[in-house]
């Protein structure tokens, strides 16, 4: 019994250690835990996060909510965001921006133009090798788009680390829903560069919906268009909402699922808020042409200078109805100020004001809706707070509000954040499924060298899906508007080997060509008959990418198997199974056991029935075979090329992500050049100020100041002489700061002095005060000799002596001369204080004295026991008379009046007292 008990105690224990264990897991994961969607914009990008417990905006260096999306160069050293914008005009061929649209593009030459309509600086080549761009730093130093991205990725990576205070990830990358998978693939690389885990790329536009959804509940279908015009291009969402409500059988409990079914996008990948600026830099250069006929208007230092201008004129107009601007030293010397009235704004705008509602207009239309079905008209992106843009909608729509539920500029970043947390297992967020689509058709065309041997291929893929024949051309394997994260498999038979072409059929685009290879011959070891029957299943995955996830073949092979058979048997072991059985019988029906002579006797027998039985021939049964027929799929080898642009292998995302690391140890290294630069500029700088000052001149000499300021002048020139030498060696700077730093120590600790003393002083008497009250109670209460108090006396009545001496010391001191004293001086006297009062406090208190003990006659008990009773009498007497109850026939009223009337007994007291009183009443009696 007492194992059973001690193994229960053991198993519960294990169990437990195991609970306790996975808490601790769950918990290390859950506060590391972070995840971010990520909004990279054409001039500015935002970051949304989610972390245990918070839901927010990643805030850059300077506590701003959006980041310009800008690299560049100055003096060799790297710079983001802010910093490289403010330096774009002075040096705009090593400042990069707006290079997004180079992502996974095939080359080709006016690109830039088109992109920054003449604002760009830098410069691009045609990187032969991938077929795409190769972006311009100097001479002999190109660099991808993936690369400049990847700058960017870990930029948002480093804003987002520093903000959890944690390695921040996993992220779902919101981008326009016109890229292609080649495009796609380059923000994936991208992002793989920059050691950043994706789970999903999602449409921009799209998240902007889940942000909609996410603190909403639907009690019919809703229709809502998302109207998103940023910086660069339009995009238009039409998602219908609904929610519906079950039981989950987890929980036990209700739970509501929203569902985000999108249905269209549209888009004007050339319309947005660059396309206003440069209205209105335009309309500034034909000003500056009037004013000085003989500026370039065409440089793009000028251009630059004028498109931040333009922008500031811009959000202007949206508030007011005139904007003005000034330029110092515009051109050389030339001054420039202009201003522009909304109205000439309006005017000049009007043909990009009519682009804004086509692709509003082709989204209803599309779909077969009219401007009343729509519930939701959402507006997003900095350029929809135009108010012409506005009223264009709001004329086509036939509606005078529309809508601005949401943050324009952070939803996108918001939305994808939340689906970021959706895909995580250790986020618990509220169910919402968006099903997203691919705007493109694609399609896949069967090459064989044999075009006769590969019969009508069929898919299989769902039941809304079409299938893709040679009747149906037209009918793509995944069709557009098609819902991403789906399967389709291709299937068809062949014998020889084939090329999948995955295609763009509608922009006539290549995606990739699969070379499947290593078909199944019929052979010995492979007996089939026919054609083997080929299955390649693609997926359109959360990416919005096809791929080829699995080829097989499939035949139907026939093959010989040998039949179960018996064992081989010999005449004699025929004929002693017989005896055997008789014998048994015979046994069972004698019930006779044998002795142990019969048993020697049968082993015996046995041993020369075995020798006669190797002597005798065997005898085999005859084997038997039967036919088999079996399904057998097949895996297929099959490669992978691009005729486009080539996404970026292993060996080269190896190489560059080398060549980033690089980058990030130079930049950190000059940050703490930087650091030490300024620092000691600074402390120099300083120094020579408060030289001056009241505190160094009231706590130094002539003599010291001198000093000191010819070692300023020492560490000044030695700073110039090294900028002057590019000299980056940390050390040296740090050594210059350490010696400047040890001259002043003098001087520094009587300026502390001097503040400090004083409070210190104070303190310490306030507090010698109080321990002299405590030492004039301690022979009261303690256990403590009379040499003991007298011991601590002493030391009390010295430090206040101490004191007091060096308050007076203080008043006449000359602080250009170090005291006699210093604030750890006075410490040490509070340490000896401390002591003493701890040493007391282990002293034993005195013992109290003992009360005198008296014997009480019998008489004198008996008189006590009276008066107490007589004490009772009177309470009783004093407390109100309860109101008797009418006397009813029911004896239920006659218990509570009996009841009523015994005494309540509360107390210790009351209840030692009872005995008592019936002993006294007893002695009565007697």
């Not at 921040?168 to 326009?176: F, G, M, N, Q, R």
């Not at 250790?426 to 041997?453: C, H, M, Q, W």
């Not at 763009?504 to 026919?530: H, K, M, R």
């Not at 002299?772 to 601590?792: A, G, P």
Request: negative net charge; hydrophobic residues 35%; aromatic residues 6%.
């Amino acid at each position: 019994m007492s194992s059973i008990v001690s193994r229960r105690y053991l198993c519960l224990a294990v169990a437990m250690i195991m609970m306790v264990m996975s808490c601790l897991m769950v918990n290390t994961v859950t506060q590391g835990a972070s995840v971010i969607g990520i909004d990279i914009g054409a001039q500015s990008f935002k970051i949304g996060l989610i972390k245990p417990g918070s839901f927010e905006t990643v805030l850059n260096e300077q506590s701003g909510r959006k980041t310009p999306t800008q690299i560049g160069w100055f003096r060799d050293e790297r710079v983001f965001a802010s910093d490289a914008f403010n330096m774009w005009a002075r040096n705009p061929k090593q400042v990069y921006s707006m290079f997004q649209p180079l992502l996974g593009t095939v080359y080709r030459e006016g690109i830039l133009e088109e992109i920054g309509l003449g604002s760009l600086g830098y410069s691009v080549s045609n990187d032969t090798q991938r077929n795409t761009f190769a972006i311009k730093y100097d001479d002999e130093t190109n660099y991808s788009p993936e690369e400049l991205q990847a700058m960017i990725f870990r930029k948002v990576k480093e804003l987002a680390s520093a903000s959890t205070q944690s390695n921040v990830k996993e992220c779902v990358i919101a981008v326009p829903p016109y890229l292609t998978q080649q495009q796609r693939q380059g923000v994936l690389d991208a992002a793989s560069l920059a050691g950043l885990s994706v789970l999903s790329l999602i449409n921009g536009i799209n998240a902007a919906s889940i942000n909609f959804a996410m603190d909403r509940t639907f009690d019919k279908n809703t229709t809502a268009i998302f109207y998103d015009m940023g910086a660069k291009s339009t995009k238009l969402s039409l998602v219908q909402f609904s929610s519906t409500t079950i039981l989950d059988t987890k929980t036990k409990k209700n739970k509501t699922t929203t569902h985000n079914v999108v249905k269209s996008m549209e888009w004007d990948e050339n319309l947005g808020g660059i396309d206003f600026d440069m209205v209105i830099v335009n309309h500034l250069k034909t000003l500056i042409k009037k004013q000085l006929p003989s500026a370039d208007t065409t440089d793009k230092k000028l251009t630059i200078k004028l498109i931040k201008e333009a922008s500031k004129m811009k959000e202007m107009l949206s508030a007011n109805q005139q904007a003005h601007i000034f330029i110092g030293s515009l051109i050389d010397e030339f001054d420039f100020s202009a201003s522009i009235s909304r109205k000439d704004f309006e005017d000049l705008s009007a043909p990009l004001f009519e682009r804004s509602i086509l692709p509003l207009q082709r989204l209803i239309e599309s779909n077969g809706l009219t401007p009343n079905d729509i519930d939701f008209i959402e507006l997003i992106g900095g350029c929809t707070r135009i108010p012409s843009v506005q009223q264009a909608l709001k004329t086509y729509l036939k509606r005078d509000i529309l809508d601005k539920h949401l943050n324009g500029d952070e939803s996108a970043s918001s939305g994808a954040a939340f689906f970021a947390a959706g895909q995580t297992h250790y986020f618990r967020v509220k169910d919402i499924r968006l099903k997203d689509i691919t705007p493109y058709a694609v399609n896949v065309d069967i090459i064989n060298s044999e075009g006769n041997n590969v019969d009508t291929p069929s898919t299989d893929g769902g039941a809304d899906e079409e299938t893709a024949t040679f009747d149906n051309p037209k009918a793509y394997f995944f069709k557009k508007n098609n819902r991403i994260n789906v399967k389709k498999t291709l299937s068809f038979s062949t014998t020889q080997p084939f090329l999948l072409n995955v295609t763009y059929p509608e922009q006539n685009v290549n995606i990739a060509v699969y070379n499947i290879t290593s078909i199944p011959q019929a052979s010995d070891s492979l007996n089939f008959t026919g054609k083997p029957k080929i299955h390649c299943s693609l997926k359109l995955n959360s990416n919005g990418m096809v791929v080829l996830e699995r080829a097989e073949a499939e035949v139907t092979i026939t093959f010989k198997k040998l039949k179960p058979k018996s064992a081989p048997a010999t005449p004699s072991d025929i004929k002693k199974d017989e005896d055997d059985e008789d014998s048994i019988k015979e046994s069972l029906e004698e019930d006779i056991n044998p002795d142990l002579e019969k048993e020697e006797e049968e082993a015996k027998k046995i041993k020369e029935e075995k020798e006669k039985k190797d002597d005798e021939p065997v005898l085999f049964l005859q084997q038997e075979f039967e036919w088999i027929t079996k399904t057998q799929r097949i895996p297929l080898n099959y490669t992978v090329s691009y005729q486009t642009v080539l996404p970026l292998s292993k060996d080269q995302i190896s190489t560059l992500k080398q060549r980033l690391d690089e980058l990030d140890s130079k930049d950190a290294a000059l940050r703490a050049l930087h650091n030490e630069k300024n620092t000691l500029e600074s402390l120099i700088y300083d120094l020579r100020d408060k030289l001056e000052g009241e505190e160094y001149l009231t706590c130094s000499t002539s003599q010291e100041r001198q000093d000191i300021s010819d070692e300023l002048d020492k560490a000044s020139s030695w700073l110039s002489d090294a900028q002057d030498n590019d000299l980056t060696d940390v050390t040296e700077y740090q050594a210059q700061t350490k010696n400047l730093k040890k001259k002043i120590e003098k001087i520094v600790s009587r300026i502390n002095a001097k503040e400090q003393l004083p409070k210190v002083l104070d303190d310490l008497s306030a507090l010698v005060a109080k321990v002299k009250v405590i030492m004039s109670n301690v022979t009261k209460d303690l256990n403590i000799t009379e040499e003991e108090v007298k011991l601590n006396n002493d030391k009390i009545n010295t430090i206040d002596k101490w004191v007091v001496e060096k308050k007076s010391e203080y008043k006449v001191a000359d602080f250009s001369k170090d005291l006699s004293f210093t604030s750890t001086d006075a410490k040490f006297k509070f340490y000896t204080l401390e002591n003493l009062i701890k040493e007391l406090a282990k002293k034993k208190r005195k013992p109290a004295p003992k009360k005198p003990t008296t014997t009480k006659t019998k008489d004198e008990k008996t008189k006590d026991e009276k008066t107490k009773d007589e004490k009772k009498e009177d309470k009783k007497e004093e407390e109100p008379i309860p109101q008797q109850p009418l006397e009813t026939d029911e004896p239920k009223h006659q218990e509570q009046n009996d009841s009523s009337e015994a005494p309540d007994i509360e107390g210790d007291d009351q209840q030692n007292d009872k005995p008592k009183q019936h002993e006294s009443h007893g002695h009565d009696e007697l």
